[in-house]
T-cell receptor, first 115, second 109 residues
Framework: GAVVSQHPSWVICKSGTSVKIECRSL??????MFWYRQFPKQSLMLMAT?????????EQGVEKDKFLINHASLTLSTLTVTSAHPEDSSFYIC???????????FGPGTRLTVT | GQNIDQPTEMTATEGAIVQINCTYQ??????LFWYQQHAGEAPTFLSY????GLEEKGRFSSFLSRSKGYSYLLLKELQMKDSASYLC??????????FGTGTKLQVIP
């Protein structure tokens, strides 16, 4: 089956610093990658959709200058949380979709804690 | 816009059958997913329905009625390890998937 990895699995950073999260599709080419955020006891909220080689499409209310997304290759997308604040503490999950439109495979998630 | 409703919590007994309902109102529809999510973990894929009817996969089955905007996930022969949140999600245009708030299922002995 398709495998998606995320790195790091957890990170603690100080307020004001930036954090980069990587999402990799290990055994398939991901034409589209999605970034979600999940706060405790809430469902996944889509933040943005990124296609390889083009700019990400952000959902309403998500600041594109704060959450920088790069999808430079068919196997790698990165999310950078710039100038992180405690309210950005959350579980960030990526998913990757291949050439079959319904496929969407989730990474294991990254737990971000901003102190 | 997308609106997806499912019960917040359910409790069922080990060995029993439980049905988790999901209703949706969406501006576009390409398919409906069910995912299982254990606490602190990412969701795992359970099923995907595009056409009306019942899809059976082992102990889990998923049903879809597009005309009614309705789906359910049926879990048979419940096991303690089935205690988790079950997320209903609708795929609209551009592969975009919108998740419901999830149903937390507790399986008791």
């Amino acid at each position: 089956g398709a495998v998606v990895s995320q790195h790091p699995s957890w990170v603690i950073c100080k307020s004001g610093t930036s954090v980069k999260i990587e999402c990799r599709s290990l055994d398939f080419q991901a034409t589209t990658m999605f970034w979600y955020r999940q706060f405790p006891k809430q469902s996944l909220m889509l933040m943005a959709t990124s296609n390889e080689g083009s700019k990400a499409t952000y959902e309403q209310g998500v600041e594109k200058d704060k959450f920088l997304i790069n999808h430079a290759s068919l196997t790698l997308s990165t999310l950078t949380v710039t100038s992180a604040h405690p309210e950005d503490s959350s579980f960030y999950i990526c998913s990757a979709s291949g050439f079959k439109s319904y496929e969407q495979y989730f990474g294991p998630g990254t737990r971000l804690t901003v102190t | 816009g997308q609106n997806i409703d499912q019960p917040t919590e359910m409790t069922a007994t080990e060995g029993a059958i439980v049905q988790i309902n999901c209703t949706y109102q969406t501006s576009g529809f390409n398919g409906l997913f069910w995912y299982q999510q254990h606490a602190g973990e990412a969701p795992t894929f359970l099923s995907y329905n595009v056409l009306d009817g019942l899809e059976e996969k082992g102990r889990f089955s998923s049903f879809l009625s597009r005309s009614k905007g309705y789906s359910y996930l049926l879990l048979k022969e419940l096991q303690m390890k089935d205690s988790a949140s079950y997320l209903c999600a609708v795929q609209g245009g551009y592969q975009k998937v919108t998740f419901g708030t999830g149903t937390k299922l507790q399986v008791i002995p």
